[in-house]
């Protein structure tokens, strides 16, 4: 059984780092994006596709040796460790796949939107087959490229100004429901000890006195001084 996991461990050993590597061409088709996508592309999503699979039939292969070791109590520490390490990385690999599959989704539909517009601006000059008056001797076809840009970036803009809004807005709340907090606790702490109003009061007073009695010190010093020179 035992070299039944060390088997297995090393068939997860390798997989780990063809998909890393297949991850990784991967993603740059993520800054060399298409309008679709390539064979390339599709092959390298099937691969890792296949990888996946592969790994996560030997973690559950893995997972049975390790639960029947268990109920013989002959499982060792380091075994489950390992164990964990593999799902930890299975469902990491998972995820970042997911991310850059995603992410080249993105870079294509935006692309897509650029070449729709651009072709309905080439569509719009071929009818009506002349230019008005456009900022900076820009083409129509520029002029509408650029504004369609802007907007976007309005936008974008507003959506980060109104992020921190809600963040801010969510801190006060926190600090308000904090210092509310505060506040009951010290008015209970008061409640329970009615002499200790008294005594804060008394030694206000008494620092009232001691300040009055140094500036009147003070005063004098600065009275005689100034008839001695």
Do not use: A, C, P
């Given at each position: 059984m035992s070299s039944s996991f060390n088997q297995i461990r090393?068939?997860?050993?390798?997989?780990?780092?063809?998909?890393?590597n297949q991850l990784t061409k991967y993603s740059s088709f993520a800054t060399s994006t298409s309008s679709s996508a390539t064979s390339d592309e599709i092959k390298n999503e099937r691969k890792?596709?296949?990888?996946?699979?592969?790994?996560?039939?030997?973690?559950?292969?893995?997972?049975?040796?390790?639960?029947?070791?268990?109920?013989?109590?002959?499982?060792?520490?380091?075994?489950?460790q390992q164990?964990?390490?593999?799902?930890?990385?299975?469902?990491?690999f998972t995820v970042d796949y997911r991310r850059i599959k995603a992410s080249i989704h993105e870079e294509r539909n935006r692309l897509n939107l650029l070449f729709s517009v651009r072709n309905d601006i080439e569509d719009h000059q071929r009818r009506t087959n002349h230019s008005g008056s456009l900022p900076n001797g820009q083409s129509e076809e520029d002029y509408m490229l650029n504004e369609r840009l802007r907007?976007?970036?309005?936008?974008?803009?507003?959506?980060d100004l109104l992020n921190q809004v809600f963040e801010?807005?969510?801190?006060?709340?926190?600090?308000?429901?904090?210092?509310?907090?505060?506040?009951?606790?010290l008015q209970k702490s008061l409640s329970t000890m009615p002499g200790l109003n008294i005594?804060?009061?008394?030694?206000?007073t008494r620092k009232k006195r001691d300040t009055l009695i140094i500036a009147t010190v003070i005063s004098v010093c600065l009275i005689l001084l100034w008839f001695l020179m």
């Open positions: 090393s068939q997860i050993l390798s997989l780990e780092n063809q998909i890393s890792i596709d296949s990888q996946l699979q592969q790994f996560n039939e030997l973690i559950k292969q893995l997972n049975k040796i390790v639960d029947s070791q268990s109920n013989t109590n002959s499982i060792s520490t380091s075994k489950l164990l964990s390490r593999h799902k930890e990385t299975y469902n990491q907007i976007d970036q309005q936008h974008n803009v507003m959506d801010t807005r969510d801190e006060i709340l926190r600090q308000r429901t904090s210092l509310h907090g505060m506040v009951n606790k005594l804060l009061s008394k030694i206000n």
